[in-house]
């Protein structure tokens, strides 16, 4: 499997766009988790899904987040509209009895935004 | 809530130096700790993950402990070199459920 695919890995966006990130997770997975990371607040958890239903999503800043999950092998994550504290690392991961009986998170290659 | 914490927060040694990294977490009701390695401008790469009926785990050089009920666990490097320069992170879930991450020890290896 080539792991968990996240798109874009680099994303520059003026102030007000809308943005959406992409996550592929691992074939037979059925965990997908979306994480950001920040210099201030380091790796925090925004939604997770289990079996493309979201399970908590507690950790979504405000109602300009949005998460959505239509199939087991896709997911996005969509800033509408962006601003400039939007800017972070934002992760995708998975898990599931695919990998085994730790049910080990396995994270993807990150998207790296900044918003100007 | 669980909070992960690691200390110190930075460290710096010389090459060939064994050095420990600490962490703590304050729920001991864990399922999976996971230690990363992330180098500056990339992503996480997973070292070791000790389950909670474990108490290590070994990779090479590298050796992580758990003690559950104390709450803690320590990643041991062997023989350190420049190229494990690097910040690690500590992480722990319990069953399907995200993981808590520390923010980390920036760790230098000086030449």
């Known amino acids: 499997d080539a792991g968990v695919i996240q798109s874009p890995r680099h994303e520059v966006t003026e102030m007000g766009q809308e943005v959406t990130l992409r996550c592929k997770p691992i074939?037979?997975?059925?965990?997908l988790f979306w994480y950001r990371q920040t210099m201030m607040r380091g790796l925090e958890l925004l939604i997770y899904?289990?079996?493309?239903?979201?399970?908590?999503d507690s950790g979504m800043p405000e109602d300009r987040f949005s998460a959505k999950m239509p199939n087991a092998s896709f997911s996005t994550l969509k800033i509408q509209p962006s601003e400039p504290r939007d800017s972070a690392v934002y992760f995708c991961?998975?898990?599931?009895?695919?990998?085994?009986?730790?049910?080990?998170?396995?994270f993807g290659p990150g998207t790296r935004l900044t918003v100007t | 809530k669980q909070e992960v914490t690691q200390i110190p927060a930075a460290l710096s040694v010389p090459e060939g130096e064994n050095l420990v990294l600490n962490c703590s977490f304050t729920?001991?009701?864990?399922?999976?700790l996971q230690w990363f390695r992330q180098d500056p401008g990339k992503g996480l790469t997973s070292l070791l993950l000790?389950?909670?009926?474990?108490r290590e785990q070994t990779s090479g050089r590298l050796n992580a402990s758990l003690d559950k009920s104390s709450g803690r666990s320590t990643l041991y490097i062997a023989a350190s070199q420049p190229g494990d320069s690097a910040t690690y992170l500590c992480?722990?879930?319990?069953?399907?459920?995200?993981?808590?991450f520390g923010k980390g020890t920036r760790l230098s290896v000086i030449a």
């Open positions: 992480a722990v879930d319990r069953r399907n459920t995200p993981l808590v």
């Open positions: 729920d001991s009701a864990i399922y999976n």
């Open positions: 074939s037979g997975h059925d965990y």
């Open positions: 899904f289990n079996n493309n239903v979201p399970i908590d």
């Open positions: 000790i389950q909670s009926s474990q």
């Open positions: 991961a998975s898990s599931g009895l695919a990998g085994g009986s730790s049910y080990e998170q396995y």
